[in-house]
């Protein structure tokens, strides 16, 4: 059983950056894909990124490409998702999850494949 553990969202202006962290405790970390998913009001939850056990491979969505960056420290059973330039388009509730998979794009996408969740936390960007 692995529990996850998010932190360091908040409130920032457009244009603006924030590094959201996912502390994982229980289970084998480095086994486990590791994915960012959001969900915005009334909206349905969406992927973000994910990075493999390594930290060797990553894969963005689209909205994210260029402005995010998903990375690993196995030591510290810890993933990080650096956001920079934000939107207020940005604003969500953001969630790592964790999962045993292949790391390819139609798996690591879609949220059925995770087996852990975190709580989430919650990013507003002001415009």
């Known amino acids: 059983q692995v529990q996850l553990v998010e932190s360091g969202g908040g409130v920032v202006q457009a244009g603006g950056s924030l590094r959201l962290s996912c502390a994982a405790s229980g289970g084998t970390f480095s086994r486990y894909v590791i994915g960012w998913f959001r969900q915005a009001p009334g909206k349905e939850r969406e992927f973000v990124a994910a990075?493999?056990?390594?930290?060797?491979?990553?894969y963005y969505a689209d909205s994210a490409k260029g402005r995010f960056t998903i990375s690993r420290d196995n030591d510290k059973s810890t993933v990080y998702l650096q956001m920079n330039s934000l939107k207020p388009e940005d604003r969500a509730v953001y969630s790592c999850?964790?999962?045993?998979?292949?790391?390819?794009?139609?798996?690591?996408?879609?949220?059925?494949?995770?087996?852990?969740w975190g709580q989430g936390t919650q990013v507003t960007v002001s415009s």
């Open positions: 999850a964790a999962g045993v998979m292949a790391f390819n794009t139609v798996r690591l996408t879609t949220a059925r494949n995770y087996d852990y």
């Open positions: 990075i493999n056990w390594s930290g060797s491979s990553n």
